[in-house]
Antibody, heavy 118, light 109 residues
Framework: QITLKESGPTLVKPTQTLTLTCTFS??????????VGWIRQPPGKALEWLAL???????RYSPSLKSRLTITKDTSKNQVVLTMTNMDPVDTATYYC??????????WGQGTLVTVSS | EIVMTQSPATLSVSPGERATLSCRAS??????LAWYQQKPGQAPRLLIY???TRATGIPARFSGSGSGTEFTLTISSLQSEDFAVYYC???????????FGQGTKVEIK
């Protein structure tokens, strides 16, 4: 069974850097075709892709957020880390990590709500 | 960026009736289109990928069709557990990046 769980701060201040960790089980990020991605959803709004990383360390970023995002993986720990710099109140959202097979999001984590406020 | 437009925003349907949801892409995405279901307080769930292939465990009452810029999700006979928000998502190319539609809420009539 594939599971993913997001962890990190629930509250960050404006201008701070957000670091989120996705810890997963039931698959390996060293298997060909497998990826882990990050998607966010502001309260009451639609979903937005942020970044993803594949088994071969291929990384993709949202063009509009690329300058603020970094995604890394630790295959031995079954973890993927997303950092987002210069947080703003508009970045308040539920952040999801997800398991991909090639380009298909197969399983989502439960999500974690991050609030940006002073 | 490819813009995905879903219609209608809200669909009121009685249990047992058919629901038809539309998704339009601002440029061709071939068949690189997925549909997700999201219930309140839950993460989305994959229903359809490749525009028409049901994901594992998805009931046959869910079907997808279309290619290029026009796509449809049909729920043949709505069950109580199907009332939710449905999102389409294109995964044609990255860059510029994959994008979601704004969602269609299917509510009880």
């Amino acid at each position: 069974q594939i599971t993913l769980k997001e962890s990190g701060p629930t509250l960050v201040k404006p201008t701070q850097t957000l670091t989120l960790t996705c810890t997963f089980s039931g698959f390996s990020l060293s298997t060909s075709g497998v990826g882990v991605g990050w998607i966010r959803q502001p309260p009451g709004k639609a979903l937005e892709w942020l970044a993803l990383i594949y088994w071969d360390d291929d990384k993709r970023y949202s063009p509009s957020l690329k300058s603020r995002l970094t995604i890394t993986k630790d295959t031995s720990k079954n973890q993927v880390v997303l950092t987002m710099t210069n947080m703003d109140p508009v970045d308040t959202a539920t952040y999801y990590c997800a398991h991909l097979i090639t380009m298909i999001v197969v399983v989502w984590g439960q999500g974690t709500l991050v609030t940006v406020s002073s | 960026e490819i813009v995905m437009t879903q219609s209608p925003a809200t669909l009121s349907v009685s249990p047992g009736e058919r629901a038809t949801l539309s998704c339009r892409a601002s440029q061709s995405v071939s068949s690189n289109l997925a549909w997700y279901q999201q219930k309140p307080g839950q993460a989305p769930r994959l229903l359809i990928y490749g525009a028409s292939t049901r994901a594992t465990g998805i009931p046959a009452r869910f079907s997808g069709s279309g290619s290029g810029t026009e796509f449809t999700l049909t729920i043949s006979s709505l069950q109580s557990e199907d009332f939710a928000v449905y999102y389409c998502q294109q995964y044609n190319n990255w860059p510029p990046g994959w994008t979601f539609g704004q969602g269609t809420k299917v509510e009880i009539k």
